[in-house]
Each structure stands twice: as C-alpha cells, then as structure tokens.
C-alpha cells in the first residue's frame, strides 16, 4: 500500500512564502513524475508544478517564476504567494508498480490560505 502524505501548508500574508513536502511510503516500483495540483470549490483540479524522475520541470503559467519544485520530496517552494493562490494542493505521484503496471497516487492534500 502506497500512501502520500503532504505538509507544509498553513496561513502566509501576501507576499510570503510557504514550502510544502510529499512524503511517500509504501513500495513503489519506479517513480515517471511528481507532481502538486490544486483545487478550489467550484473549480477544476488544476496542475501547479511537475517534476520528472529526469529532473524535467514543468509550471502552470500563473506560478512560473514563484514557484520551484524539486525531486526530494517533491518539496514545492512557494514564494511571493497571492490571495488567488489560496487552495488545497495535493500531491501526485505517477509511475510503475513493484510488478510494472502503471500507478497513478494522490494525497489527502494540504489548504494553503494567503491573506492579510
């Protein structure tokens, strides 16, 4: 059993920054991608950041060049937050089971609140 746990999320000021983690546990048999989507009521799940087991990166316009994610534990730096990035994230994780089908994981997920 495959379990994704993030953190990190919380209440930050505009202009402040907040980092979350995924933590992963279970037996994964290779990892394609890490990824944090978010979501809020009413809306569409909507892709943030992705990073592939290459180290390939890949951001949503409206966070490009304030956020950043990395591969260890697809920690998701988020700097120069604003109100509209208020939203839960959540943690994804796509690739390969122990025995090589395609897995597709998500986490609970983390509220992220920006206001003054």
């Known amino acids: 059993q495959v379990h994704l746990v993030e953190s990190g999320g919380g209440l930050v000021q505009p202009g402040g920054s907040l980092r979350l983690s995924c933590a992963i546990s279970?037996?994964?048999?290779?990892?394609?991608?890490m990824a944090w989507y978010r979501q809020t009521p009413g809306k569409e799940r909507e892709l943030v950041a992705v990073i592939t087991s290459g180290g390939s990166t890949f951001y949503a316009d409206s966070v490009k060049d304030r956020f950043t994610i990395s591969r260890d534990n697809a920690t998701l730096q988020m700097n120069s937050l604003k109100p509209e990035d208020t939203s839960f994230y959540y943690c994804?994780?796509?690739?390969?089971?122990?025995?090589?089908?395609?897995?597709?994981?998500w986490g609970q997920g983390t509220q992220v609140t920006v206001s003054s």
């Open positions: 279970g037996n994964i048999g290779r990892i394609y991608a």
């Open positions: 994804n994780l796509n690739g390969a089971g122990p025995h090589g089908g395609p897995v597709d994981y």
